[in-house]
């Protein structure tokens, strides 16, 4: 086995924070049952929704294909469980904007029987990149660390550039967040059969594995199945524990010591970036013929029973899974999909688990926040910053609604860590405040798009008109030629033509 290794770049910035991991830790990973209903959106992923190729009444089984990707980025959506189709509508979900989105509605019958497994593959190593890249498309599997962008898709963009490094991440750095450190120390093997899945299709021979130092389980379940595995192209690093040191160009400094360039993507220094959890399910899904239809979550928090682990279908009501996890505590107040500095407060636990969710946290209380006051330009909020931003002034630039200072100060690089909320004692809204001038500086950018593409109808119409109007200009002047040859009982039929073509305007 290598050993890992410590010969680390460095993180700006950046807190160590409390983790409250222990709590949900303790025990294994615990299986949800089947719920009685499931509601499978149709939009987990960045990208179009997927569009429903089943019916009303229609009855299907787990893992079979519920709703095919559409356009050059989507992903597809599978069955978690065999029922029957009782609706395709909206339904509450936890997202940034809007509470309810289309979803499809199984029924369960209880059975959960699974669809024929496709062709299995009888080794990857014998299928070509491109083609691998093809198949990973149709597991419906998406980035798993929360950002959701559909992976064949980022492993096709990634394939153009000059790559060097695989990077998986297995930095769980949010608190309370615990899902990755469990699939690390259970499913070992397949986080290796997933790199080396990945290193093939995008032809690569070098592969680190970053694990933050305060998993010391998830460390050793990885170095005992590398020891076996003896495939000297995949490295253990241990990066130390500071959040956010998860993010994908911090882990990228961290592991290489290359920095990302602002507003660029790590291939531009040679890196992909995939999640430990989106590596298992690429293995499922190649090695098992199982497409994305379930995942492992951390259900915590002082408002949760018994916190644990859970490997839950997409799709299941979040209430059924903390009934699972022995339901709500007296104190239970505010309920979080995801982790405490990221995750979105929901007001229903109606909403379904989705490819996203890697935490569900009820807390006791919410976290007490004294009033905002007026910025003291202390700096505390620039010392923690890992993108080396300005938050005042970005903050200043988001009141006066100033677009182009924003940009030029490098809003877009913002990752939404929340540090700086957490250290400015005006207890400015900080991180609040810059998602909001990101979606208005978005929807500014997409109603430019609109009119552009607008201007270029019109335009496009206009040249056609233009082009068609001379044609037929071109002819008569040609009828013409012609007529002074042919005597007047030509030029009396091009005079009612023309008159025809006055008349019908
Ligand atoms: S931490 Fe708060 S008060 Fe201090 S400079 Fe930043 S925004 Fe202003
Ligand atoms: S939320 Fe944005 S501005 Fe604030 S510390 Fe994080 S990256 Fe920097």
């Known amino acids: 086995m290598s050993a890992p290794t410590y010969d680390l770049g460095k993180l700006h910035g950046g807190l160590r924070l409390q983790g409250h991991k ?39 089984a787990k893992g079979q294909l519920i709703a095919a990707s ?52 009888p080794d990857f190593r014998e299928l070509e990149p491109a083609e691998l890249l093809r198949k990973i498309l149709e597991g419906g599997i998406v980035g798993l660390g929360g950002a959701v962008f559909p992976t064949a898709q980022k492993l096709m963009q990634a394939a153009t550039c000059d790559l060097r490094f695989l990077i998986l991440n297995g930095v769980e750095c949010e608190p309370y967040i615990s899902c990755d450190d469990m699939l690390m120390r259970t499913y070992a093997r397949e986080v290796l059969g997933g790199a080396q899945i990945l290193m093939h299709a995008l032809d690569l021979d070098l592969c680190y594995i970053g694990v933050e130092s305060d998993k010391p389980q998830a460390i050793q379940r990885l170095g005992e199945e590398m020891a076996e595995l003896a495939d000297e192209r995949i490295i253990l690093k241990q990066v130390p524990t500071i959040y956010p040191s998860g993010g994908e160009d911090q882990l990228v400094q961290l592991v290489t010591n290359l920095e990302v360039p602002t507003g660029g993507l790590p ?39 018994k916190p644990m682990n ?66 003291i ?86 040249e056609r008109l233009e082009k068609e109007h001379q044609e037929r200009a071109d002819e008569l002047t040609r009828q013409k030629e012609s007529a002074k040859q042919g005597g007047p009982e030509m030029i009396a039929e091009i005079l009612k033509r023309k008159q025809q073509e006055k008349d019908d305007g």
């Open 267 to 305: 291939s531009d220094v040679g890196c992909l970036v995939q999640n430990v959890g989106t590596a298992t399910a690429i293995y499922d899904w190649i090695v098992g013929g199982q497409p994305l239809v379930s995942r492992i979550t951390t259900v915590t928090g002082d408002g949760v029973s």
């Open 377 to 462: 330009r202390c700096g505390n909020c620039a010392d923690v910053c890992p993108v080396q931003l300005l938050p005042q002034q970005l903050f200043w630039y988001a009141c006066a609604d100033n677009e182009k200072q924003l940009r030029l100060h490098g809003l877009t690089d913002c990752i939404e860590c929340g540090c700086c909320d957490l250290v400015c004692p005006s207890h400015i809204p900080l991180t609040a405040d810059f998602r909001t001038a990101k979606a208005r500086i978005q929807e500014l950018a997409d109603e430019k798009a609109r009119a552009e593409r607008a201007r270029s109808r019109f335009e496009a119409r206009n």
């Open 310 to 375: 859970v490997l839950a279908r997409i799709g299941t009501p979040i209430a059924d899974i903390i009934k699972f996890a022995g339901g709500y505590t007296k104190q239970a107040r505010q309920l979080i999909v995801g982790g405490p500095m990221t995750g979105k407060s929901v007001t229903t636990d109606r909403v379904p688990l989705v490819k996203a969710t890697n935490c569900i946290l009820v807390l006791a209380e919410a976290p007490s926040v004294g009033a905002e006051m007026p910025c």
């Open 22 to 60: 222990t709590e949900s830790t303790a025990m294994p990973i615990q299986q949800v049952p089947v719920p009685k209903m499931l509601a499978m959106p149709l939009t987990q992923h960045v990208g179009n929704p997927a569009q429903p190729v089943v019916a009303m009444g229609e009855s299907v």
């Open 70 to 121: 559409e356009g050059s980025l989507g992903a597809p959506v599978h069955a978690s469980s065999s029922g029957t189709i009782v609706a395709i509508e909206p339904w509450p979900v936890s997202r940034r904007l809007g509470a309810n989105a289309p979803c499809i509605v199984i029924e369960c019958d209880g059975e959960d029987r699974a669809h024929p497994l496709p062709d299995l593959l």
